[in-house]
């Protein structure tokens, strides 16, 4: 499932306007001693900004919100550079269909 998710999100986001550059699946972050995953990283080259996407299943949480701001900041200060623009991060939530669950 989540596989066909990353496949059609990348196809729609490439989709979404110009200036879109697919750059990683899964960008590791090295947090406090913790590792922790990106699940998306995309770059607007006419924005000049990185985009953090994050996939839930299920209601968010502010929890998840958290998270992402974390990300966020970290990639500033360990990826993004001198040029670039502030980090966007969004976090994409789907309900889970009880059909496919069972």
Do not use: W
């Not at 924005?47 to 970290?74: A, T």
Request: glycine share 8%; net charge negative.
């Amino acid at each position: 499932m989540e596989q066909g998710l990353l496949d059609q999100l990348q196809k729609f986001l490439l989709e979404l306007g110009k200036g879109f550059a697919f750059v990683a699946r899964q960008r590791h972050l090295h947090i406090e001693g913790e590792d922790a995953f990106v699940d998306l990283v995309f770059y607007n080259y006419i924005l000049k900004c990185f985009v953090l996407i994050e996939l839930k299943v299920g209601k968010l949480s502010h929890q998840d919100v958290g998270q992402l701001d974390m990300y966020v900041r970290v990639f500033d200060e360990q990826i993004r550079q001198e040029g670039d623009s502030p980090t966007i991060g969004l976090n994409l939530c789907c309900e889970r269909n009880e059909a496919v669950a069972r």
